[in-house]
């Protein structure tokens, strides 16, 4: 209830559609109760002359004009409340759709790690339409239904009170049954929406992860896990069709058994004298007009019992807090010294154990520093802190002094440029992907950073040069050169803070070549933190922290971790002495020649 | 990917995006219309119950009026009362049959369609798995995901339309002879505005259906932004976006907002022109219906049952009006299904193809050649012999054709006939079941893929009968044992999507144990420990000494200390084999390998001064 409440005040934030919308159904249903009197009374005086009385022609136009005038008021404001009810409707998903947006793209990595793509986009898609479906339903339908209902029994019962309470004895059987079935209705969409959801999780991952799935020959596993939701999903649009036909078959037969008594009670009371032929077929007018919207009382119940769930959805992402929150007396950082200070710093992701643990960083305006370390040690992490894309449980991070707490967002990543692991590029133009981060930017620099970034002579091959457009994230650019993009992106910005995160870690000995050296002058006052897992990279690194298991396990130049053969010697060991010669120092027993005698 | 690459697929997006709009425009065609009827077959049953439904229902619809013009001429106005208790039992019990119709008609009309879209979905999917790797080099993996949800819920709204369709058209019949049966005259007096309504129709048709395309495709704009900005979320926010994306995507929700406002002021355009022209025709009946009952010739009864008949009657031309353009968007969304079942893969089992026997792994390459798009040659004559066993490193700059080899070993691509063979264990692998193939070849690709489920499902795939520890071992061996049990639940730990939980080196090590659990006679890794740190690299190459024993292994690497020890170095240049031989030849060759070798520790040498 407190979700349909929400969506309907969304609604009533337009409030000159909602008004012209009331004006139109209530201009047009009184047109359109106009209507049957009018029929009433052609049959009356049609009866009048079968019954002896004069055939006056001008009364029969009269009625004619009526009947035409009535409907062309019903015509014009039916349009007018069908416009009217879409609009509405489509503004309430307008601004859904715009706050939805800002949201999911303001919440912070922890939220983003934890969701599909796949289901925020449902949500964006079937969700809102959901909610507009309501929107138009609740809003627009619900209330013509219940004016026509009160009207329509008002006008049947001076009619006949009789004939008029069997008519109204149908409004509280109808609204038994809907609550009955919107229960059952409800469950049956939620389950339908979360097979569809897991259905469509399996596509995705299957198109995504084609080379696997041809590599290890699993299409016939693949087809298994599809198939089990595939019929999920059938059963389930088979089980809410059951219950919607139940809903309407009961209702109809509810409705003809009225329209049976109103025959035979109105039968009885014309022969009686007591009620006009006109005024019989008046009622059955009026018990038509009653069907119309009674057939639309499923669509009613369907669309609340899909607008809950999905408002339910909606909202949860929209009202959810983001745990990176701007502080309210925030101050902007101009352009900063880039002087990097993480004292007792610590993070864990939601429930896990701590994944960084009491690190101290001093990174002195212009410095190199390096992050080197085992899978999971916490490098990545400690970057994204940086930007403030996760928030530290204790510590604190400064940046030139300031608390980066207390500093906006924008003017906080504005001073730090990324080149991220996972490398993403828009669907656009080469060179509006390298000014994403700078929108005003001149083709001069945007050449000038791709020269850098070593993708000049690159995009100078293409067609369009630098107006080639990428197709769907960058999938018609190899992984390298995706990466240099990025790397170009960065560069553009020009920010005195710089972190490169594995940024050369899957092109090929040339090109890294070229990469490193680029990335030098680029680091060039610019203060730079460097994961890597090569220590070609690092190497000229003003400190090198050692990272083990979320802390720091050694720190100091390279000659100094050198000199002190811990584990930083043991990576670099690793490193230049042929592989043989290491296999043979390590002599760990090898249990796979085991497990490959088992299977 | 190559220059000629970049542009032919912009070219191709592009193509489609014309087709789509031309496509669009059809409302029925005969030859999609033919092949959905291929898929009622196992539902045939279901289907002519369905019709015998909307048959009798329509015709119970039609009975309404009828009865009661009958209970009113001959029962209520000459008094007879006793009589018209019968005709309400009457009344009653079209009614029943109605509803009995009605249900039946849904009930079984859904359950054929349900499973028809079943079906459909299911071909779709099993299709996909059959399409080789070009194929989706091609197509993005969005476009194929609205094809097959898309459009076959497309398809799922205009089953329902189809029923009202059917029904409507049964009822217009069934109501026009009703009329005439009551008074020739006044039921083509009552049809006499059809014509008029005729040709409002043609012309609003043509309207309507310019911005229901535009509709459309601004939807699609709205969702396909909206995609990318949540799969780039990430570098949004480090670029700090989110305000000018938010009025980029402001522009195309307001766009969508005109352009459904815009359809619903033309579709709505109906609503008064049915309703004035439903006045003219009862006004005329009236007017008509009156002289005529002077000269005897009408009863009440009878105007009150065209009155009705009449206001029923424009509905259904309404409705079919409306329901057109549902049909249109199946129809197109029909031919964008079958277009998709009727792709071909190139690379299919020939039907005399046989499943390969347990292989020693011996690889072969004779003069093989190939290319992604004609003309443009990737591999150009490549000859390779690896002995069962063997270790061979495959090196070479970007774009030499590393990765396009192996991928053609593992049969990702087929070289055409005529274009050189590549045999394993001495049968073309062009003559032997893909499957059997994949099974005996594991790959470690560049890219790590991680499904959504656990560690334990992603290690094991479809290896269901590997016990516990067997998988321990394997993890063990590759050094991903140690991360595993640090994540919540170890190996049941659920795995966030594409394990976004876990850094790009431990999804390599998960793929790794992936690949040992498949127990292959060959192993291919394509730069796979690109991503691992040096130390767990290390780790990684004592289990690999011990895995690969026994294994044909192919291995692309860039770091040279991981190919050093293989057995063969291939250095590939431009398509083409540069150099073969061990570390040491190579280097003393002082050939590209030799340059190589060189740059890759430069930069650690310099430091040591």
Partial sequence: ?599 | MTTAQVTAKAKRDKEELVDGVERYGKAFDSRIFGRFVHYVGPYKMLVVIGILGVVVFSLSQVALPWIIKVAIDDYIVPGNLPGLWWIVMLFIANAIVNRVAGVAMDLSMTKAGQGILYDLRAEMFSHLQKLSMSFFNKTEVGRLMSRVLGDVGQLQESLQVAVNFSGELVSLIGISIAMMFISVKLGLLAMSVLPVLAIVLVFWQRRAKKSFIRARQSISDVNGALNENISGVRVVQSMNRQDRNAVLFDEKNKNNFNAVVDVTKISAVLIPVVDILRAVSIGLVIVFGARMVIGDSLQVGALFALILYIQRFFDPLRNITMQYTQLQRSMASGSRIFDLLDTKSDVVDSPMAFDLPKLDGEIELRNVKFGYDPGVEIIKDVNLHIKPGETVAIVGPTGAGKTTLISLIGRFYDVQRGSGAIMVDGHDIRDVTRKSLARQMSMVLQEPFLFSGTVKENIILDHEEVTHEQIVVAATAVGAHDFIMKLEDGYDTELEERGSNLSVGQRQLISFTRAIIADPRILVLDEATANIDTNTEAQLQRALKTLLEGRTAIVIAHRLSTIRSADKIVVLQDGRVAEMGTHDELVDSDGLYAHLNKMNYAALESTRV
């Fill in chain 1, 1 to 599: 209830m407190k979700v349909l409440g929400r969506i309907i005040l969304l609604a009533t934030k337009h409030r000159w559609r909602l008004v012209g919308l009331y004006a139109a159904m209530i201009g047009g249903t009184s047109a359109s109760l106009l209507l049957p009197k009018l029929f009433g009374s052609a049959i009356d005086e049609i009866d009048g002359i079968l019954n002896g009385g004069t055939y006056v022609e001008t009364a029969i136009i009269g009625i004619a004009l009526g009947i035409l005038i009535a409907s062309l008021v019903q015509g014009l404001l039916g349009y007018a409340q069908t416009y009217f009810t879409e609009s509405l409707g489509e503004s309430t998903i307008y601004d859904i759709r715009n706050t939805y947006y800002q949201k999911v793209q303001n919440l912070s990595f922890a939220f983003h790690d934890k969701q599909h793509t796949g289901n925020l986009m449902s949500r964006a898609i079937n969700d809102v339409q959901s909610m507009r479906g309501f929107v138009n339903q609740g809003l627009s339908t619900t209330p013509h239904v219940i004016v026509l209902f009160v009207v329509v029994t008002i006008l049947l019962v001076r009619l006949d009170w009789k004939l008029g309470l069997i008519a109204a004895g149908f409004l509280p059987i109808a609204s038994a049954l809907s609550v009955y079935v919107r229960f059952h209705l409800r469950k049956a969409w939620i389950r339908f929406m979360e097979h569809m959801g897991n259905l469509s999780t399996v596509l995705q991952e299957n198109l995504s992860g084609v080379k696997v799935v041809r590599a290890f020959g699993i299409e016939g596993y693949e087809e298994g896990k599809y198939e089990r939701w595939n019929s999920k999903v059938k059963d389930d649009v088979v089980l809410a069709t059951k219950w919607e036909l139940a809903y309407n078959g009961l209702l109809r037969l509810t409705f003809f058994g009225v329209m049976a008594g109103t025959l035979l009670y109105g039968g009885h009371q014309v022969v009686g004298s007591n009620l006009t032929p006109g005024e019989l077929g008046q009622f059955f007018f009026y018990l038509q007009i009653l069907m119309m919207p009674m057939w639309n009382v499923g669509g009613i119940i369907t669309s609340t019992a899909r607008a809950v769930p999905a408002g339910q959805r909606l909202f949860e992402i929209i009202d959810m807090p983001s745990p990176v929150q701007e502080a309210p007396n925030a101050v902007d950082l101009t352009r900063s010294q880039g002087h990097v200070r993480f004292e007792g710093v610590c993070f864990e992701y939601s429930s896990r154990r701590p994944v960084v643990n009491n690190v101290d960083i001093d990174a002195a305006p212009g410095k190199l520093i390096a992050l080197v370390g085992p899978p999971g040690s916490g490098k990545s992490t400690i970057v994204n802190l940086i930007p403030r894309f996760y928030d530290i449980a204790s510590g604190c991070i400064t940046i030139d002094g300031h608390d980066i707490r207390d500093l906006t967002l924008k003017s906080l990543r504005r001073n730090i440029g990324i080149v991220q692991q996972d490398v993403f590029a828009f669907t656009a133009t080469i060179a509006e992907n390298i000014a994403y981060g700078k929108e005003n930017a001149t083709r001069e620099e945007i050449v000038a950073a791709a020269k850098v970034a070593q993708l000049h002579d690159f995009i100078e091959t293409l067609e369009d040069g630098y107006d080639t457009e990428l197709s769907e994230r960058g999938s018609n650019l190899s992984g390298g050169q995706r990466q240099r993009l990025s790397i170009a992106r960065a560069v553009l910005v020009d920010p005195p803070i710089l972190i490169l995160d594995d940024s050369t870690a899957s092109v090929d000995a040339h090109t890294e070549e070229q990469i490193r050296l680029a990335m030098e002058h680029v680091m060039v006052g610019r203060t730079t933190i460097v994961i890597a897992n090569r220590l070609s990279t690092v190497h000229k690194a003003d400190e090198i922290l050692v990272m083990d298991d979320g802390s720091v396990a050694e720190r100091g130049t390279h000659s100094e971790l050198i000199e002190r053969g811990g584990l930083y010697r043991e990576i670099y060991d690793l490193q230049l002495r042929p592989q043989e010669q290491v296999l043979r120092e390590f002599d760990v027993p090898m249990p796979v020649a085991a497990l490959m005698e088992a299977s």
